[in-house]
């Protein structure tokens, strides 16, 4: 795309990065959260075109950084630990041992007091 316009060599290697960056986009699924990872920028002077847009996307990608950081906090704090896992495993048995052992006291008790 950048070959067909007639750009300076600092132009067309913005150029270049744009058209990588919206290849990469392109390529990511909504199905997790990548983390970004972005090709070195050319350096450009305040005059250049793609001066704007630039300093518009670096914007964009701290907020996407920020949020990047949040939903990864989010995720491993929604992680169970071994001790949840253990208690999600045994809490039926444990569960059953305790009722067994209140129907045992409670007819224990009725026995009992029918004996006396």
Known sequence: MCKEFELTAQERLACDWFTSM?????SLTLTDTPELKLAPFPDLEKNDWGYQDYEQ???????????????????EATVKSPFEVALWYFSPFLLCLSLAVRFTKVTGEVILEKRK
């Open 57 to 75: 996307f670096k914007g964009l990608y701290a907020y996407y950084s920020d949020e990047y950081e949040r939903v990864t906090q989010v995720k």
């Open 22 to 26: 919206s290849e990469y986009f392109d």
